[in-house]
């Protein structure tokens, strides 16, 4: 069989519906908990912050399949399908046996998966009579996907941004602003937990977990506002499931199934959505895929972190959620991949880990660039540096196929493309980047702030 | 028919060949001439200059259609057949009755449709046994495509950018040296021509024609070493007259002709491809539709230059080429829509628009912004400022087409994306923008040094 270059599905194979992991999870993830009581949370207690349709998905374990409305479809045709690629040029300057395939959801404006789950979440606001959003990003993409789809359904936002990544990344800021939505750089003086985190730390770059309090806050403190979220939530993992269904529609149309599936992990957005029917496939016993998380060793939550209930955010404001964790004060240094500066991991993501269904591994930032590079000269994509993680390990096993000659078949995420990333590429090419490995004594810090969920629950029967 | 919003070509539909104007026009554009003679240039003028597939592509006027090299068609595979959009949601925000297709060329790394030359170009140059290539470029789009092509076909690089661009978008510089190119801005101190210029206007924010004349100098003083160019010439028409073949093909698909065609002009390489096979219908007699080329108010060689022979340079080393000129010592205003800034126009679009066979307008660049922010907003993507003219103008027909009813079929060419030009939407924005028109005396103060070709002849007689 002749396998073109870039695999292309018609508009029509744009899924009609998503798919919910948790339907088929031998074992669910452990409850969300409501942090006043420890006991698990409501939907009654997420509906003030959450918009409703999107609190209903997040706390729904057993739909198996549920529809895409149809506005989301219709705007999804802008964009998608996104294609799946035969890395041809790269196994070739590799010289390995291996057959490489990405997904590349990099061609939007948003430059990333993200707009997946954006489109949906300001779709079920505004069906709701939301007049207004909130939301946090950090290298950007969240925010600029978010105030993408804001824009197109004509609704307001607020975007609480890392200030560290919005002092690297102006003209990040500015696509956010001719989209149309307010940015704040964070920690901000616009909120308590924002004034709180600049009094003990006022010389921070930030981090999406303060961002996040800041969001919530807003949200919660003004009249007929939700909060959304791009990452790490259940209803982000269902809605970019589409990635994944997407991908093996693509393959199975040129009789191929992967040995390998490597995505970048942050909150965990584009990797539970990459793998979702394929770990469908695995759960059911069907497959022995393997799947790997990459995390940037700088902020290791898989492979150095607790799986431990905490705190979504730094500010200890949202719900709880048992998941690895550097804890939620853990403040990840100024490494240039802002999207996977996250302490926590997708509840889910982190059980599947915890039962052994997915492996992690992390990896250093100037191997990580070098990876990038490369990628860029011969399959002529400039990934974002996220992105670029999954590059990195893709690479990795493509070599180990050429030692081994094994022809297996590696299937990877390209979540996004590097255009704001420049100064990051830009110091990489100078010699300027440097690596840095938080030391056990730093992450044992982190585990100090971990909350005792005993404790809040005997408190609130007080 | 249910016509998808993307109408995506299959691999195999890549063309195989290019298509060459120059074979179905009734009157041949007046030969290009060597300024030391005032004669024809030949062959042999052009290769020490020029690498020899390309000077005979160059002068080539009979051959309708040219193989497109298996290696390059290879590359093409990478980000091509490129998509045809119909913007749904533009005609709907307008409230048009017109139908609105776009071609869209910038979903790859270099941001447009230069790839298509470039790549063409670095192969016919390693084919030859060259070593190094120089060239220059002013929003930087040609700079990055070219450094693409190079990286993957392994040939060194010096690209002349122009200052004001360079200036204006570090993180372009940045990826044109994250593919391995070196950059110069120009003016610079490393030419003779670019110290002549600099000692005349040391504060000058250069232009496109400056750039030409220092990259023509390095490359004839170096061994081995040729210079390309990614407007203007009659060659890199011939590369993307590719645009122009895929668009009709895929619209062919769909039962759809243009009434109307738009594309933005600076130099002409994206205009004259995307026209290609469909000015071939309207020469033979076979359709009525419009061709109109954008230019900004700011450089308008089309509406307001002189059709004559003139420098393609600001240095006066190249040869002479029959075109709309603004002369070239006309400095343009630092203008946001740097791939427009250029003196001249390409002598087969300055023929087809001298003998009544395409139209042209100019736009200010406020107007040019209004609709970039606009089709954001509906479409989702971010135009580059020079594609953004085009928008600009297909809005105007579209809206001609509300007030009289017309269900017009409007093609434009969206060349590419601006995600390096935030700059300039930042400054649209907050309001900072202003629109120049340059006055008749400053037009007239161009013409004064348009090369008086009888006495070149005469003078190199004697």
């Known amino acids: 069989m002749n396998i073109p270059y870039r695999i292309q599905l018609d508009e029509e194979q744009i899924p009609t519906q998503w798919y919910n992991i948790r339907a088929d999870m031998p074992e669910q993830p452990d409850p969300c908990l409501n942090p006043a009581t420890g006991l698990p949370v409501t939907l009654e207690d997420l509906t003030p912050v959450f918009c409703e349709e999107l609190a209903k998905q997040e706390l729904d374990a057993t739909t198996r399949y549920i529809d895409i409305p149809g506005p989301v479809r219709e705007y999804y045709k802008m964009f998608r399908p996104s294609p799946l690629i035969r890395a041809y040029n790269l196994e070739k300057a590799l010289g390995t046996p291996a057959k490489i395939y990405y997904k590349f959801e990099g061609n939007n404006t948003s430059g990333s998966h993200k707009l997946n789950s954006a489109a949906a979440q300001v779709y079920y606001a505004k069906e709701q009579g939301l007049t207004s959003l909130t939301t946090e990003t950090g290298a950007g993409q969240w925010g600029t ?125 584009n990797l539970g959505g990459l793998i979702s029917t394929y770990m469908q496939d695995s759960l059911k016993g069907k497959s022995d895929t393997r799947f790997i998380a990459v995390e940037p060793a700088s902020c290791p939550s898989l492979t150095r972190g607790r799986y431990a209930y905490d705190y979504c955010d730094t500010g200890k404001i949202t719900p709880l959620e048992r998941m690895y964790t550097l804890g939620s004060q853990f403040m990840p240094s100024a490494d240039h991949a802002g999207g996977l500066r996250y302490h926590g991991m997708s509840p889910i993501l982190s059980k599947l880990y915890h039962d052994g269904y997915m492996e992690a591994v992390s990896v250093q930032q100037t191997k990580v660039f070098e990876a990038a590079v490369m990628f860029a000269k011969h399959e002529t994509i400039l990934a974002a540096p996220e992105s670029a993680h999954a590059i990195r390990t893709a690479i990795d096993e493509a070599l180990l196929c050429k030692k081994t000659g094994e022809e297996k078949t590696i299937l990877f995420g390209l979540t996004g493309t590097g255009y704001f990333d420049m100064q990051a590429y830009s110091s990489y090419l100078a010699g300027g980047m440097t690596d840095y490995i938080p030391s056990d004594a730093e992450l044992e810090a982190g585990f100090c702030h971990l909350p005792n969920v005993e404790l809040m629950r005997s408190a609130s029967k007080v």
Chains 1, 2 share one sequence.
């Open 145 to 269: 996907a978010l105030s993408m789809a804001a824009a197109f359904f004509d609704m307001d936002l607020t975007v609480y941004m890392v200030r560290g990544s919005a002092e690297q990344k102006p003209y990040r800021r500015a696509v956010i602003e001719t989209f149309g939505a307010d940015i704040i750089p964070s920690p901000s003086k616009t909120t308590e937990v924002g004034r709180a985190i600049l009094k003990e730390h006022p010389n921070t770059s930030g981090s999406l977990g303060c961002a996040i309090s800041e969001a919530v806050e807003k949200a919660v403190s003004t009249p007929n506002c939700r909060y959304v979220l791009g990452s790490v939530l259940n209803q982000v993992l269902l809605h970019q499931s589409i990635i994944g269904i997407e991908s093996k529609a693509a393959m199975d149309s040129i009789d191929e199934y992967p040995d390998i599936i490597i995505g970048c992990a942050g909150g965990g957005s």
